[in-house]
Nanobody, 125 residues
Framework: HVQLVESGGGSVEAGGSLRLSCTLS????????MAWFRQASGQEREAVAV????????YYADSVKGRFTISQDDDKKTLYLEMSSLKPEDTALYYC???????????????????WGQGTQVTVS
């Protein structure tokens, strides 16, 4: 079965950096999308960044453009999120997500992904 395991969260001061990792196992699609979502306390879960199967296309939420970078290993089974210039409003539980890339396209909504990791907490003070 599909399993996503995140790591790398923690506490950091504003302006600092963190790197999140997500390892995929038990994958079931020939082409897939992987993404980072986050959910702050009392807020909806939102897409932060999405990596398309082509490897050369990504999506970023406006709030993180220029500060966060999504990347993958060559086999696309490990996903990273490099976060810099962190702000207190980046504080949230960060989730890794996975779904098949039907037609090569990826969605950016919570309902577009069917597989989720357990989440890793990022706290910026």
């Amino acid at each position: 079965h599909v399993q996503l395991v995140e790591s790398g969260g923690g506490s950091v001061e504003a302006g600092g950096s963190l790197r999140l990792s997500c390892t995929l196992s038990g994958y079931r699609y020939a082409k897939w999308c992987m993404a980072w979502f986050r959910q702050a306390s009392g807020q909806e879960r939102e897409a932060v960044a999405v990596a398309y199967p082509s490897g050369d296309r990504v999506y970023y939420a406006d709030s993180v453009k220029g500060r966060f970078t999504i990347s993958q290993d060559d086999d696309k089974k490990t996903l990273y999120l490099e976060m810099s210039s962190l702000k207190p409003e980046d504080t949230a539980l960060y989730y890794c997500a996975y779904e098949g890339a039907f037609g090569g396209s990826c969605g950016t909504g919570r309902r577009d992904f069917g597989y989720w990791g357990q989440g890793t907490q990022v706290t910026v003070s």
